[in-house]
Structures are given as structure tokens and as C-alpha cells.
């Protein structure tokens, strides 16, 4: 199945884009994606991804979407 | 010849005109507002809710003023080094808006007594400091504006005892860092907490409940996560 992956705050940094479709085996979970994009881009490893499909907030064990958004938690002020 | 009663009563009634048909200023004068933290986010909510004329402003924070603060912390300038931070923001938002009345309390957001107040509002820069002030707000039955920002990106939310906790959006406590921040996101994530603010108390627009709002100004977009 083919994933569009949008990318938020610094992981468009980490990453170089803002997008990009990814290939998945089908019935993927969204754990599969970010185990995806760790192996991908190194510097992501280190990261806690929350993400969102079809713009509702979900979690690792949750099924994908044709589009899912990455973003980290931040906390500044 | 006008008294000076006269001229504080065109003053008053000029101050608020370019806002009189979006809120009801009434509601904003009679509104007690929590500031929590008033470095980067809570500098600049606080300037924007005493412009509004929110009626009480209750500004808490621990910290004195440093020369790493000056890229963002609005209310700030090179003369205030070392001075307490709600001191001489106490001090800069009564010549904002001298009708505000600012109670300045000087601690950590759990271990000070704080006053009552209508909302709260996050300027803080970490998020066991925000789980406290969450707490804090629950147990008094009032909102909480949860506001974040780091590098380009922000987020914003309102959470009260009807909403989704901060626990649930923050699965994680992340290590403290040096965050980098720049004062212009700074402002827009500040902007948007102020406005739920000033919305939730004139009872006006459609509030961030059980929506997480993202800026990411790298990118040049927003998301809208529900929650």
C-alpha cells in the first residue's frame, strides 16, 4: 500500500521535505510507518513521533490511512 | 476645559474602540486571567490580553530576567537583567494598559498561593510545569490554554474537565533541553493562546476543545489534529 507522509516541525529538517509517499505492505499499522522512518532517516531515531491519520490523533497500534502526518510533541515556551 | 476625570473617561472609552464590535469588554474587565510563566509565550499573552483589557492579569514565574531571554521575551530589555521577571513585566504592562490591574506572584506554579481566577494561560517552558498547572486547574474546575513552541513549529489547545487530558496528548515526558525559539513564532503561537482566552471569556467563536492546533511556520501551514 502507498502511504503519503507529511512532515512536521523539525522533521521536515530531519527528513529534507514536507512530503513523500512510501511503499507498505498492506494492512500496515501506523508502528510500521514510524519503524519505517527511523531505518530511513537516522536522526529520527531518537525521536517520539505522535501522528495523525485523516486528521484525527492516533496511536502506534492504530490502522493507516492513504495519508498520515508526523510531528513531534515540543515544549518550549 | 476638560478635567483630567474627563480625559481618562475619553481615554477609556477610546482605547477600545477598533475592538468594541468583536468582544464584549465588559466580560474583559471583569476577567481574571492566569499567566503562567512570563518568559517567551507568557510575555507575549500578557501584552496582547492587557491591550485587550482582560481586568486582572496574575502573572506567575520563578525566574529573573537573562540576557539568553532578550531574542523573544518581549517585555524585556538589557536594563532588566537580573530584576524579577514578574516585576518588571508587572511594571511594563501597567504602562500598556494602566485600567489592568496585574498581581504579580513570584515562585514555582505549585508552590505559591495563587489568587482565584476565571482561566489559565501557558507560558511555560516545560511539561512537568504544565502537568502541575493543569492539575492545578482541574481541581478548580477552570480551563487551561496549552500552548508549546519550539524551532518554527507551535501548538495550541483548551483543555478543561470536559476535554481530553494533557497526559493524553503528551504520552511521553521529554528530557529538558536548551530549546532554540524565535521571538516571530513565539508570537503567533502567543497570539493564538491569547485569542481562546479572550474568546472562551466573551463567549464568542469556536474554542480549541479536543483540537490540537499545529503551526509550523518552516513549512508555512497549519494542521488541526482532533484529539
Known amino acids: 500500500m502507498k502511504v503519503k507522509v507529511h512532515y512536521f516541525g523539525r522533521f521536515v529538517e530531519i527528513t529534507g521535505k514536507t512530503y513523500e509517499i512510501i511503499e507498505?505492505?498492506?494492512?500496515?499499522l501506523v508502528r510500521d510507518v514510524v519503524e519505517y522512518l527511523k531505518k530511513k532517516y537516522p536522526l529520527l531515531q531518537?525521536?517520539?513521533?505522535?501522528?495523525?491519520v485523516n486528521g484525527k490523533y492516533v496511536s502506534e497500534n492504530d490502522p493507516l490511512g492513504s495519508e498520515i502526518s508526523v510531528f513531534?510533541?515540543?515544549s518550549g515556551g | 476645559m476638560l478635567t483630567?476625570?474627563?480625559?481618562l473617561m475619553i481615554s477609556n472609552t477610546n482605547r477600545y474602540a477598533r475592538q468594541r464590535d468583536l468582544v464584549d469588554q465588559n466580560l474583559l474587565k471583569k476577567s481574571r486571567v492566569l499567566i503562567a510563566g512570563v518568559g517567551g509565550l507568557?510575555?507575549?499573552i500578557a501584552q496582547e490580553l492587557a491591550m485587550a483589557g482582560v481586568g486582572t492579569l496574575i502573572l506567575v514565574d520563578k525566574d529573573r530576567v537573562d540576557e539568553t531571554n532578550l531574542n523573544r521575551q518581549v517585555l524585556y530589555t538589557s536594563d532588566d537583567i537580573a530584576k524579577w521577571k514578574v516585576d518588571v513585566a508587572a511594571e511594563k504592562l501597567r504602562k500598556i494598559n494602566p485600567e489592568v490591574q496585574i498581581v504579580s506572584v513570584r515562585g514555582e506554579i505549585d508552590s505559591v498561593t495563587l489568587p482565584e481566577f476565571d482561566i489559565a494561560v501557558d507560558g511555560l517552558d516545560n511539561i512537568d510545569s504544565r502537568f502541575k498547572l493543569e492539575?492545578?486547574?482541574?481541581d478548580r474546575d477552570v480551563p487551561y490554554i496549552f500552548g508549546a513552541v519550539?524551532?518554527?513549529?507551535?501548538?495550541?489547545?483548551?483543555?478543561d474537565n470536559t476535554t481530553i487530558s494533557l497526559e493524553k496528548i503528551i504520552k511521553r515526558r521529554l528530557q529538558l533541553t536548551e530549546v532554540q525559539v524565535l521571538s516571530a513564532t513565539v508570537a503567533v503561537v502567543a497570539g493564538m493562546e491569547a485569542l481562546e482566552a479572550i474568546k472562551y471569556i466573551c463567549k464568542k467563536g469556536i474554542l480549541l476543545k479536543n483540537r490540537l492546533m499545529i503551526y509550523d511556520g518552516y513549512s508555512g501551514k497549519f494542521m488541526e489534529v482532533r484529539l
Open chain 1, 72 to 74: 513531534p510533541i515540543i
Open chain 2, 135 to 138: 492539575k492545578i486547574c482541574r
Open chain 2, 4 to 7: 483630567p476625570y474627563s480625559n
Open chain 2, 150 to 159: 519550539e524551532g518554527f513549529m507551535g501548538m495550541v489547545s483548551f483543555l
Open chain 2, 42 to 44: 507568557g510575555g507575549h
Open chain 1, 24 to 28: 507498505l505492505d498492506d494492512g500496515a
Open chain 1, 46 to 52: 531518537k525521536e517520539h513521533i505522535e501522528t495523525s
